[in-house]
């Protein structure tokens, strides 16, 4: 398995402002994936992000609104651009660990956009 | 286009019952089928998992059925508990391919003492 970190745990931020949450991994893993999850809903995959290549994003999610960085094989950071209300969610980071299928969350961020 | 589907969006058994959740998918290029449970203010935990190759998976009270042939499986869980009250999450993924976990909508399980 791989345990995942992510910072910061929540945030409040005003419209039109950028934030960023960070994923960092226990070990080296392959891919992460961000997820979007509005309360009381499923989670939508946003992007998986591989190391040395740009992340790769899911319909109704773009590099510019949601810049993802992949660094490092234990870390990526999500960037939110010009924040909005209704991005107002939590956002997990995954991944899963060696060759495992398996695949684990992050406690999540919980973002508030006023 | 939804992917993978879940019923019903919710359920309540009492304790002791068995709670059947149903999950179906579209893509036969799946080939891994995790079951997550999330409960409140916390993020989803892989709780069982079933590849094709089985038609039932069985964890303690858990146990998953998988048919293949109409791109269905469902969770039972036997002797439901009022911890066993969560949301939960039926994925699907291809390994071969990105990995990716595509999400159901989820079944919100009620158990009531």
């Known amino acids: 398995s791989v345990l995942l970190y992510q910072k910061p745990n929540r945030d409040i931020c005003q419209s039109g402002t950028s934030l960023k949450i960070q994923c960092v991994a226990d070990s080296q893993v392959v891919s992460m994936f961000w997820y979007q999850q509005f309360q009381e809903q499923s989670l939508m995959l946003m992007a998986t992000a591989n190391e040395g290549s740009e992340a790769t994003y899911e319909s109704g999610f773009t590099k510019d609104k949601f810049p993802i960085s992949r660094p490092n094989l234990t870390f990526s950071t999500l960037t939110v651009n010009n924040a909005r209300p209704g991005d107002s969610s939590i956002y997990f980071c995954s991944s899963s660990g060696g060759s495992s299928y398996e695949q684990y969350f992050g406690p999540g961020t919980r973002l508030t956009v006023l | 286009q939804q992917q993978v589907r879940q019923s019903p969006q919710s359920l309540t058994v009492w304790e002791g019952e068995t709670a059947i959740l149903n999950c179906s998918y579209e893509?036969?290029?799946?080939?891994?089928f995790p079951w997550y449970w999330q409960f409140p203010r916390e993020s989803p935990a892989l709780l069982i998992a079933i590849r094709p190759v089985s038609n039932k998976k069985e964890d303690g009270r858990f146990t998953i059925f998988f048919n293949k042939r109409e791109k269905k499986l469902s969770l039972h869980i036997t002797d439901s508990q009022p911890g066993d009250s969560a949301t939960y999450f039926c994925a699907a993924t291809n390994q071969g391919g990105s990995a990716k976990l595509i999400f159901g909508e989820g079944t919100k399980l009620t158990v009531s003492s």
């Open positions: 893509d036969s290029t799946f080939d891994y």
